[in-house]
């Protein structure tokens, strides 16, 4: 059984910085590949980002490229989102997901975690 919990959302306003983490539990194999996924309010689930286990060659959707950063501690079974100069549009619950092999950029994976609310305000 694989546990994802993140932490790290809130309330801010537009241009201001948040860093989300997750902690992973359970079988490391099967969480080789994590990655960041958020869905706004009647609207689809986004993938944000993803990073292997190596964490060579992250992805990041083109919204987000340049304000946000994924990056991992694989001793600590952590994962993490800086997200810089947050904007309205970013307002979402963010997810936590892990899967086997390469980085997908969609919603294709096996583990998620409950959620972290970001509200971004102009």
């Known amino acids: 059984q694989v546990q994802l919990v993140e932490s790290g959302g809130g309330s801010v306003q537009t241009g201001d910085s948040l860093n989300l983490t997750c902690v992973a539990s359970?079988?490391?194999?099967?969480?080789?590949?994590m990655g960041w996924i958020r869905q706004a309010p009647g609207k689809e689930r986004e993938f944000v980002a993803g990073?292997?286990?190596?964490?060579?060659?992250?992805k990041y959707a083109d919204r987000v490229k340049g304000r946000f950063t994924i990056s991992r501690d694989n001793a600590k079974n952590m994962l993490f989102l800086q997200m810089n100069s947050l904007k309205p549009d970013d307002t979402a619950v963010y997810y936590c997901?892990?899967?086997?092999?390469?980085?997908?950029?969609?919603?294709?994976?096996?583990?998620w975690g409950q959620g972290t609310q970001v509200t971004v305000s102009s």
């Open positions: 997901v892990a899967r086997s092999g390469r980085i997908l950029e969609d919603d294709d994976y096996d583990y």
């Open positions: 359970g079988r490391s194999a099967v969480y080789d590949t």
């Open positions: 990073i292997s286990w190596i964490g060579v060659s992250p």
